[in-house]
């Protein structure tokens, strides 16, 4: 019995990739060397596997805030926004923002506390989810100067789904004295 092994085998079509989404992912950090930090977890951010770009903001200086409100005596904060380009899904790329927090020594011990460095997923193209693990979008950004300034450095037409024009949001925020 011979065979013909010219003829492709009889494979199920490839299935295709998760197409290219947008990720918004906030950061932040207050303790060492804040600026350093910051643009170290963009590079690393942009060497994550099917990631095609990473856009940084500028880095925006901000006071912390605990549960109570703002405390102008804690260390200070360095924030930014980057656009990530990528193929990951969402709980994928969330579990992998926070490897890189526990790569630059993130400890999780008190809320709102200081912090080496957070990393926030605040928005996954169209995505929304319910789930405590996953909140898509981010169910404070829309509240947050210290995430909407840097989002909208980098993404002046940025939206927040839901929510409305960053921009709006931030003049809101401003006109009311919060944020």
Do not use: C
């Not at 951010?45 to 770009?53: C, G, K, N, T, Y």
């Not at 996953?134 to 995430?147: I, K, N, S, T, Y």
Request: without cysteine.
């Amino acid at each position: 019995m011979s065979r013909n092994l010219a003829n492709p085998l009889d494979l199920p079509d490839r299935r295709a990739g998760r197409p290219e989404t947008v990720a918004v992912v906030a950061l932040g950090a207050n303790l060492g060397d804040r600026h350093g930090t910051i643009r170290a977890a963009a590079e690393r951010i942009a060497r994550l596997p099917l990631v095609s770009d990473v856009r940084l903001s500028r880095l925006f200086e901000t006071v912390a805030l605990r549960l109570d409100g703002p405390d102008p005596d804690a260390p200070g904060y360095v924030n930014a926004v980057v656009l990530v380009t990528t193929r990951l899904a969402p709980e994928i790329l969330l579990g992998m923002l926070h490897a890189i927090e526990d790569e630059n020594g993130r400890e999780r011990r008190e809320r709102w506390g200081d912090r080496t460095l957070d990393l926030d997923l605040i928005a996954y193209g169209d995505i929304v989810s319910d789930d405590p693990r996953l909140q898509l979008p981010h169910p404070r950004a829309g509240e947050r100067l210290f995430v909407l300034d840097p989002w909208l450095d980098v993404d002046p037409e940025a939206e927040l789904l839901g929510k409305g024009k960053v921009s709006d949001l931030v003049a809101g925020l401003r006109a009311r004295g919060e944020g």
